[in-house]
Nanobody, 125 residues
Framework: VQLVESGGGLVQAGGSLRLSCAAS????????MGWFRQAPGKERESVAA????????YYADSVKGRFTISRDNAKNTVYLQMNSLKPEDTAVYYC???????????????????WGKGTLVTVSS
């Protein structure tokens, strides 16, 4: 599975962005998909994850109520709708895929099977 993120950019605080992660491979629909982010000088942190069916989602406390993760298995794409953005959301956002919906999704993503190269989101104050 290859993952390619898009949709990052510069936005003012309070604005919105939608990130996309396009996956190659016929087994996309069997993978848990999610997003992580890493700000300069900080450790990678979990953002959101979604089960293969879309029926189960996870959000970090810092983004609950502002971000929404979704997926379209027909398009092999997972999305992250980000609203009410804050300067502290500034980071490189990475898409990841793994067969299991386990604690790795809540704990920084160590051990994920596949990663994208990331897309930069910058929120100005």
């Amino acid at each position: 599975v290859q993952l390619v993120e898009s949709g990052g950019g510069l936005v003012q605080a309070g604005g919105s962005l939608r990130l996309s992660c396009a996956a190659s491979g016929r087994t996309f629909s069997t993978y848990v998909m999610g997003w992580f982010r890493q700000a300069p000088g900080k450790e990678r942190e979990s953002v959101a994850a979604i089960s293969w069916s879309g029926g189960t989602t996870y959000y970090a406390d810092s983004v609950k109520g502002r971000f929404t993760i979704s997926r379209d298995n027909a398009k092999n794409t997972v999305y992250l709708q980000m609203n009410s953005l804050k300067p502290e959301d500034t980071a490189v956002y990475y898409c990841a895929a793994d067969p299991l919906f386990d604690s790795s999704w809540y704990q920084g993503g160590y051990g994920m099977d596949y990663w994208g190269k990331g897309t930069l989101v910058t929120v100005s104050s």
